[in-house]
Each structure stands twice: as structure tokens, then as C-alpha cells.
């Protein structure tokens, strides 16, 4: 029976400003991307993020990003190693105080945005982030763009990998996403971000923007939850991947 993970990106209120709808969509997911203060999130929100999760029996994980608040975190920025390394480090041990509260253990890291945009094409800052996840703790999964350096980089550093794929993003030819600042690069309609989705967890393959379809390792999927209505697309994707008699688990208890 095929096994496949469903993470969404949560956590990244701040302050008065609600971003997602994480106490819905929760419910449809097996792993959660916290954010971790830097593009979104504060310590209130990620203690309640913790809590949600812990409730729902999700995976916590982690996600860090560029100290870009204005910009969500999806604005590159030029960083040297050393920052980034103390950027991670730092984002990680907050998150890891509010799972210890609660007797949760970190599961996985996912990058955020921009930064991780980056690490599929710059093996320099790829490098360095890994390296914040070995001394943070190398029991952590990466969760890495399907068929990117990232993969490469992290097995060498010795860090477990899980090869993650988008619900609804469109992608390149060369299996990098469509920007977001391109037309048509989030895909709306359910049925075709259901199909989309069955073809990745079944036959492990992806369709590009062109049409062209390209095969790709993935462990686990991303949904977006602060897309137009996220939940019910959530509840679309869960149910169908069900009747294909596809198993939907934290990625720790496959990989």
C-alpha cells in the first residue's frame, strides 16, 4: 500500500494579523510547519501551534526562515553562512522550548520561502543550514524539494531527507516551482489540484506548466493554508487519496 505524508505551513500568525486557518486544516494533515518568529509567528501563536498539533496527533516540525516579517519571508536575502547557521539555530530552539512544554519532540525542519527557494539552486547556503540542523539535533528529517540539490546535501551531511512535492503550485520543467509572481502559478480548482496529487503519491510523478510530466521521488505533500478555501481543499485531498487506498502517515513512521 502506498504511504505518503501531508504537511501544510501553520503557525505564522502574528500578533493582531491572522495568516492560515490552522485550527481546520490541522485536522486533514499529518505533519505541521511551524513558523518559528523570523517571516511569521510569535511566541503566543507557537504555543498554541504546538498545542493544536499535539491535540490532533500531528507531527511537529519546524519552520524557519529569513528574518523578513514585511516580506512574509519570501524576499531573498544575502546572508553568509555564519548568519543563516545562527538564523537556524536560533529559530530552532524556540520552537523546541514550546514541544518540550508539552512533552512533544521536533519531527522534522522545513525551510521557509525564499531561503528555501535558495537552497535548491545555492549549495553554499544549502550547506550551511544543513549544518544548523546537525548541531541542533542530526535525528531531524529535512524536508527538501523533490529532486533538488537539497536532497543531496543533506544525505551528505547525514540528516534523514523526506522529498516533498506542492498540492498546488505550479512547476518548471526542471521540477523548480513556477514564481509566485508569474500568472497561474497556485492552482485553484480542487478536482485538478486532487488529480495532480494522486499522480505524485501514486505513479511518484509530476506535472510541469507546460504540460510536460517528470518523475520525482516524494515522501510528502504540501498543502497551503492560507490559499482560497484551503480547508475544503484539504478535506478534498484527504478523502480521495483515502479511496486510492493510499495510507496517510507522519513521514517518521515510513521513511
Given at each position: 500500500?502506498?504511504?505518503?505524508?501531508l504537511?501544510?505551513?501553520?503557525g505564522?500568525?502574528?500578533?493582531?494579523?491572522?495568516i492560515?486557518?490552522?485550527e481546520?486544516i490541522?485536522?486533514?494533515?499529518?505533519?505541521?510547519?511551524?513558523?518559528?518568529?523570523?517571516?511569521?509567528?510569535?511566541?503566543?501563536v507557537?504555543?498554541?501551534?504546538v498545542?493544536?498539533?499535539?491535540?490532533?496527533?500531528?507531527?511537529?516540525g519546524a519552520?524557519p526562515?529569513?528574518?523578513?516579517?514585511?516580506?512574509?519571508?519570501r524576499r531573498?536575502?544575502?546572508v553568509?553562512?555564519?548568519?543563516?547557521?545562527?538564523?537556524?539555530?536560533?529559530?530552532l530552539?524556540?520552537?523546541?522550548?514550546?514541544?518540550?512544554?508539552?512533552?512533544?519532540?521536533?519531527?522534522?525542519?522545513?525551510?521557509?520561502?525564499?531561503?528555501y527557494?535558495?537552497?535548491a539552486?545555492?549549495?553554499?547556503?544549502?550547506?550551511?543550514?544543513m549544518?544548523a540542523?546537525?548541531?541542533f539535533?542530526?535525528?531531524?528529517?529535512?524536508?527538501?524539494?523533490?529532486?533538488?540539490?537539497?536532497i543531496?546535501?543533506a544525505?551528505e551531511?547525514g540528516?534523514k531527507v523526506?522529498?516533498?512535492a506542492?498540492?498546488?503550485r505550479a512547476y518548471?520543467?526542471?521540477?523548480?516551482l513556477v514564481s509566485?509572481?508569474?500568472?497561474?502559478a497556485?492552482?485553484?480548482?480542487?478536482?485538478?489540484?486532487l488529480g495532480r496529487?494522486?499522480?505524485?503519491?501514486?505513479?511518484?510523478?509530476?506535472e510541469?506548466?507546460?504540460g510536460?510530466?517528470?518523475?520525482?521521488?516524494?515522501?510528502?505533500?504540501?498543502?497551503?493554508?492560507d490559499?482560497?478555501g484551503?480547508?475544503?481543499l484539504?478535506?478534498?485531498i484527504r478523502?480521495?487519496l483515502?479511496k486510492?487506498?493510499?495510507s496517510?502517515l507522519?513521514?517518521k513512521?515510513?521513511?
Open positions: 500500500m502506498n504511504k505518503i505524508d504537511n501544510c505551513d501553520m505564522e500568525s502574528f500578533g493582531r494579523y491572522k492560515g486557518m490552522d481546520e490541522i485536522k486533514n494533515i499529518t505533519s505541521a510547519n511551524i513558523g518559528c518568529g523570523f517571516h511569521g509567528g510569535d511566541p503566543v507557537m504555543k498554541h501551534t498545542k493544536i498539533a499535539k491535540q490532533n496527533k500531528v507531527a511537529i519552520h526562515g529569513f528574518p523578513d516579517l514585511m516580506g512574509f519571508g531573498n536575502m544575502d553568509t553562512p555564519e548568519e543563516i547557521q545562527s538564523y537556524i539555530l536560533y529559530q530552539g524556540s520552537l523546541y522550548a514550546f514541544a518540550r512544554a508539552e512533552r512533544e519532540e521536533l519531527q522534522h525542519v522545513k525551510p521557509h520561502g525564499a531561503l527557494n535558495l537552497m539552486k545555492d549549495q553554499k547556503l544549502c550547506r550551511a543550514v549544518e540542523i546537525v548541531e539535533d542530526r535525528k531531524l528529517f529535512v524536508l527538501a524539494l523533490a529532486g533538488s540539490v537539497m543531496d546535501i544525505e551531511a540528516l523526506a522529498s516533498e506542492f498540492a498546488d518548471n520543467p526542471d521540477g523548480t509566485r509572481r508569474q500568472p497561474n497556485v492552482i485553484t480548482n480542487h478536482e485538478e489540484v496529487v494522486i499522480k505524485m503519491a501514486k505513479e511518484q510523478k509530476i510541469c506548466i507546460n510536460e510530466v517528470i518523475e520525482r521521488k516524494i515522501d510528502t505533500i504540501c498543502l497551503h493554508g490559499s482560497p484551503a480547508v475544503k484539504a478535506e478534498v478523502e480521495g483515502t486510492e487506498g493510499i496517510i507522519p513521514i513512521e515510513f521513511l
